[in-house]
């Protein structure tokens, strides 16, 4: 993408996230990278509804200026994201009040409720509190971002990243979206899992369509946390030639499971419900 389109659309999607409610004041931050690892975020302190294409910022990978507008100061999250996942071309990142509800309350969105979710987002985990632009953040995140395509930082918010400006917004609004219909859902009653089968059906399908492949796995961990799985903590030292799952990880320590055996789990976890 050039320059001129990218800083297009990032005022767009400012415009966007601020009318929809997702930032207010001059909450939240985009970014998108181009071609060359060159960055164009958005500005410090500025509303993310009245952004002009020449107010943006532009830094390299590490976050030097190469502009003399000053980059958001959250622009450290974006820039781990970006070494973290080398496909990423575009972060998205904002206070959506039903997703912070959810980041404030100390909770992932990560239970199985909504196909569409399972199709094309994965699960949400949430990131430990960490003081927002310091490297308490982006280190409660780092572990995170390989496997997830947004995350959720403890009482303060959400980020969601994609191979364009558009996937990471449509991240975001998946994001917000779902965790209004399971907060509505919890004022009907509570929502309903789907079941193993259904969840393993879906990760076939969205892996053949290409929505996300299998580091995104962890969907099913959702449904795993009566047997006390968690979501991965993701995987630092996965070996190329390796085509097995990705580990996944619980307080204690790490394991290891095979796609077989998560199907297994996920047959004991339904019998144990029923
Ligand atoms: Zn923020």
Redesign the pocket.
């Known amino acids: 993408m050039d320059e001129r389109t990218a800083r297009r659309e990032i005022v767009r999607v400012g415009q966007l996230m601020y009318e929809r409610g997702y930032v207010v004041s001059s909450?939240?931050n985009l970014s998108v990278r181009l071609a060359d690892d060159r960055v164009v975020a958005t500005p410090t302190q500025t509303s993310k509804g009245r952004m002009t294409e020449d107010s943006l910022a532009v830094t390299d990978l590490a976050g030097k200026p190469l502009s003399d507008r000053r980059a958001s100061s959250?622009l450290a999250m974006h820039l781990l994201i970006y070494r973290e996942r080398p496909e990423v071309r575009a972060v998205c990142?904002a206070?959506p009040p039903h997703g912070s509800a959810f980041a404030v309350a100390g909770l992932a969105i990560d239970q199985p409720i909504l196909s569409e979710v399972i199709l094309t987002l994965g699960c949400v985990p949430l990131a430990e509190y960490g003081t927002?632009s310091t490297d308490e953040l982006t280190e409660a995140m780092l572990p995170l971002v390989k496997n997830h395509n947004a995350l959720l930082m403890a009482n303060?918010?959400a980020v969601a990243y994609g191979a364009d400006i558009w996937q990471a917004f449509d991240r975001l609004e998946t994001l917000e979206h779902t965790a209004k219909i399971a907060i509505l859902a919890r004022a009907l009653g509570g929502s309903r899992n789907l079941p193993p089968d259904a969840i393993e059906k879906l990760i076939e399908v969205r892996e053949a369509a290409g929505y996300l492949d299998e580091r995104a796995r962890c969907q099913a961990c959702g449904y795993l946390h009566e047997t006390r799985i968690t979501c991965p903590t993701g995987e630092r030292d996965r070996t190329p030639q390796s085509s097995a799952p990705r580990p996944h990880a619980n307080g204690a320590g790490r394991i290891s499971l095979t796609r077989e055996e998560l199907i297994e789990l996920l047959s004991q976890a339904a019998r144990l419900k029923n």
């Open positions: 909450d939240g959250e990142h206070h927002p303060h918010g």
